[in-house]
């Protein structure tokens, strides 16, 4: 079964950007969209950012003009370019299946921490 691993997170100030890598160990290719999620303290996990196979995405509208996924088959890597990032921003970002596609076993997850 495909494993998720997350990476790129970190400590960052208020306004600044970070790029988070989600690889897998398996071929992505015939997952119909892949998403990130975040989770902040005391919070339920949300869903952030979608990409379909055909490279439409959507965002929340929370991060919507901040934020930008990608995914790259020759890698099975899944991207999430985050700017103008804001404290709001801190969470445990992860990657998955999106609407409509399996869910894979959870990865641990990147920290993000937006501080001053």
């Known amino acids: 079964q495909v494993q998720l691993v997350e990476s790129g997170g970190g400590l960052v100030q208020p306004g600044g950007s970070l790029r988070l890598s989600c690889a897998a160990s398996?071929?992505?290719?015939?997952?119909?969209?892949m998403g990130w999620y975040r989770q902040a303290p005391g919070k339920q996990r949300e869903l952030v950012a979608t990409?379909?196979?055909?490279?439409?995405?959507n965002y929340a509208d929370s991060v919507k003009g901040r934020f930008l996924i990608s995914r790259l088959y020759a890698k099975n890597t899944v991207y999430l370019e985050m700017n103008s990032l804001k404290p709001e921003d801190t969470a445990v970002y992860y990657c998955n299946g999106g609407p409509g596609s399996t869910i894979l076993p959870w990865g641990q997850g990147t920290q993000v921490t937006v501080s001053s």
């Open positions: 398996g071929s992505i290719f015939s997952i119909p969209s």
């Open positions: 990409i379909l196979s055909g490279g439409s995405t």
